[in-house]
């Protein structure tokens, strides 16, 4: 059932983009194993072994952490509606941070989102595709607009005073840094 490709065909590339959610599988060497479920307009597949995905102010910051000790990434993403499949990249990833050289480039392919706090570049080096047989369909009511709301109710300077709190350390005490100049 399951497949294996080296790089996204076209037809993995339009299923990717078509997606509204995705998920994203990190570990550091030791602690806990992150799951989290991404969303709004934040993916851009860049070519057959490269995506970005611009990665919002949240509650935490595992993602972040993580990769300064383990690059290796998961992102699953999954039809909820139409044809069964599961799609997952594995690859190698780095995050990048406003304040970091490749920035710039990287965000201007994607909509300005108030709390954008990294942009995860992965490099893509094996492709799995499977059945999706026992995947639920959902029916896609819209995005949720409330992440971007809190943060333009924050503004800057409260985005930034939220980061020095909740995501400047991971839930195992790693660093993320979220705030290194």
């Known amino acids: 059932m399951g497949q294996r490709f080296p790089a996204m065909s076209d037809r993995h590339r339009e ?89 710039a480039e990287l965000a201007s392919l994607f909509p300005p989102l108030t709390g954008a706090r990294q942009i995860v570049d ?18 896609y009511q819209g995005q949720r607009d409330g992440l971007e709301a809190w943060a333009r109710n924050k503004g800057e300077d409260g985005i930034r005073r939220y980061w020095d709190e909740k995501n400047r350390l991971s839930l195992d005490g790693k660093a993320t840094r979220v705030l290194e100049s």
């Open 15 to 103: 299923f990717v983009e078509r997606q509204r959610m995705f998920f994203v599988g990190t570990a550091a060497a030791d602690g806990r194993v992150n799951v989290s479920p991404k969303g709004l307009d934040a993916l851009r597949v860049l070519g057959p072994n490269r995506v970005a995905w611009l990665n919002l102010t949240g509650s935490g910051n595992e993602t972040a952490a993580h990769l300064l000790e383990q690059d290796r990434m998961t992102l699953m993403f999954c039809a909820f509606e139409g044809a069964p499949l599961i799609l997952r990249l594995y690859g190698r990833a780095a995050a990048l941070h406003p304040r970091d050289a490749d920035w």
């Open 122 to 139: 992965l490099r893509v080096d094996l492709v799995v595709t499977s059945c999706g047989l026992g995947v639920p369909l959902y029916d």
